[in-house]
């Protein structure tokens, strides 16, 4: 099968187009036809070594979590799912080798669920691992109705998500964003407000008590901002930093796969409470600049590779 690989940690030179062999198939997974997967910026980290302390790598190895296809064959005990059924899912497993850039991925059932039906393959790739952070951080933190809520990095590829969750549940959302993302996210229903000096202010003039919850998927200052925003008794969550959990006294979460979220997720795009923004769709041989797009950063919605 095609694929993408890389032998050694290092830039994006090292993912090479190749003839991969088919990947095993457990007896708790389906191979799945991969018809899209797309970067994230875990992806590119992964690629480069920032992550070997935490996760076992096989070289050669296929990059990508994200998966959106059709299921060719069932293992042996995989019975969720019958062969032609179109799926989507966060495929990681507990260590890095056959990812989502290939023609065919094992994936175990636990990390997939019924793709949405409203959705293309290549939307529907774009959203599980940014989807289910941005869910599974709101379910963490126990967002209500009614709650003001600062999202920062809004723009990003899981703050679009968490902004349209967060509206889906009745709570009032401020957003942090680069100024030509504003519209944007007011089409969103968020209230955007600039980066930089002077956050603490801008925030404070919309919710002059503090908010509730922040949410954080990127941000500078962290603490400092947080303490001077977060209304008393409220909480925190951080993707990135784990002074959420051991300074304020949050949670630092570190997104799983689940198909009872994944399933939620599916729920809320096709009532239409979810939109699915897709930045730009790249051919499996164009891997290697799919990942320099997301590396540059400033990325809004998701990037898509083809498969």
């Known amino acids: 099968m095609r694929a993408i690989t ?51 790598i096989e070289f050669p190895a296929v990059p990508g979590w994200d998966v959106a296809g059709v299921v060719e064959r069932t293992g042996l005990d995989a019975t969720e799912y019958a062969v032609g059924d179109e ?88 957003g942090t964003a680069s100024a030509r993302n504003h519209d944007h996210l007011r089409g969103l229903g968020a209230e955007p407000v600039e980066y930089g000096d002077g956050l603490v202010d801008r925030v404070r003039a919309l919710a002059p008590q503090g908010v509730d919850v922040v949410l954080d998927y990127g941000s500078d200052d962290f603490v400092a901002t947080t303490r001077a925003v977060l209304a008393d008794g409220g909480t925190v969550a951080s993707i990135v930093d784990v002074a959420a959990r051991d300074e304020l006294g949050g949670h630092h979460v570190w997104v799983r796969p689940s198909t009872a979220d994944l399933d939620a997720l599916t729920g809320l795009i096709d009532s239409g409470a979810v939109e699915v923004d897709v930045a730009q769709v790249f051919d499996l041989a164009d891997a290697a600049a799919a990942h320099d797009l997301v590396a540059g950063g400033h990325v809004r919605g998701k990037v898509v590779v083809r498969v």
């Open 6 to 56: 890389y032998d050694r940690y290092g830039g994006s030179d090292v993912l090479q187009l190749t003839d991969a062999p088919e990947p095993k198939l457990g007896p708790d997974s389906v191979l799945v036809r991969v018809r899209a997967a797309s970067v994230n910026p875990v992806d590119y980290k992964l690629r480069q070594g920032y992550l070997d302390q935490l996760l076992d």
């Open 87 to 174: 799926v989507y899912g966060y495929a990681r497993r507990d260590w890095v080798h056959g990812g989502t850039f290939a023609e065919l991925v094992a994936a175990p059932v636990r990390t997939l669920a019924r793709k949405p039906a409203s959705l293309t393959f290549e939307e529907a790739a774009a959203v599980p691992l940014a989807g289910l952070t941005a869910y599974q951080s709101i379910e963490r933190v126990g967002v209500s109705a009614g709650q003001t809520v600062l999202v920062h990095a809004a723009a990003g590829g899981v703050g679009q998500f968490a902004v349209q969750i967060l509206r889906a549940r009745g709570a009032r959302v401020i």
